[in-house]
């Protein structure tokens, strides 16, 4: 996959800040509320690192690709698990007058998708947090670039939340059980459509 310089710099900076807020949160160990809020802002990156599904851009063509497989109409509701700086989520609502929702577990990548979300005027909603701690079933497609364990939590987390009929388009990634509708390549990406019975 051949990442722009930007959606490099942009990996890096939150890379960097996870780990400096890593270093000072050992540094400030003694000193309790300090090192708490230092580990709790760190934490969700790290963990999203471990359990396969770090801060990854799509590619802007991967996006595009992605809102187009999703065959969306305007007025649904669209959830972007895992929503990173939100370019899939602002694409949809942009392009095809969806209710757009975006969820991100790391503090750090959230205040990213805000920023772009201030850029792009976007009426799109992002949340903090994990999407473990929300529900689904409003949502008509859902979008999602996850993999490992995450992946594997969000499809169980589908199959009993989605409305029959919706669609999960998911980029790169498998979901380990469910079978794809059908699968199309996008910037040299897969992008892997579901359609919930
Ligand atoms: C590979 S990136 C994809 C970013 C974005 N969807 C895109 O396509 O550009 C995965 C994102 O999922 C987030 N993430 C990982 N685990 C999560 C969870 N349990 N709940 C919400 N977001 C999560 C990570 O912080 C990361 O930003």
Do not use: N
């Not at 979300?117 to 701690?133: T, V, Y």
């Amino acid at each position: 996959m051949k990442f722009r310089l930007k959606d490099l710099l942009l990996m890096a900076l939150v890379f960097a800040a996870m780990a400096a807020l890593l270093v000072l949160a050992y540094q400030f160990r003694r000193d309790g509320w300090l090192f708490w809020a230092l580990a709790v802002l760190a934490a969700p990156s790290l963990a999203a690192f471990i359990f396969g599904a770090p801060f990854v851009p799509a590619t802007m063509e991967a996006a595009r690709g992605m809102t187009e497989a999703a065959g969306l109409k305007p007025g649904e509701t669209v959830y972007d698990i895992g929503c990173g700086d939100g370019r899939v989520v602002y694409l949809a609502v942009r392009d095809y007058g969806v209710k757009g929702v975006g969820i991100e577990l790391s503090p750090l990548v959230y205040l990213l998708a805000r920023a772009r979300g201030l850029l792009w005027r976007s009426g799109a909603e992002i949340k903090l947090g994990d999407f473990r701690w929300h529900d689904l079933s409003g949502a008509d497609a859902v979008f999602c670039y996850l993999s490992g364990d995450v992946l594997a939590a969000l499809e169980t987390k589908l199959k009993k939340e989605l409305r029959p009929g919706a669609r999960v388009v998911s980029l790169v990634y498998r979901f380990p059980s469910w079978k794809e509708s059908r699968s199309l390549t996008c910037g040299g990406l897969p992008v892997r459509v579901y359609i919930k019975e």
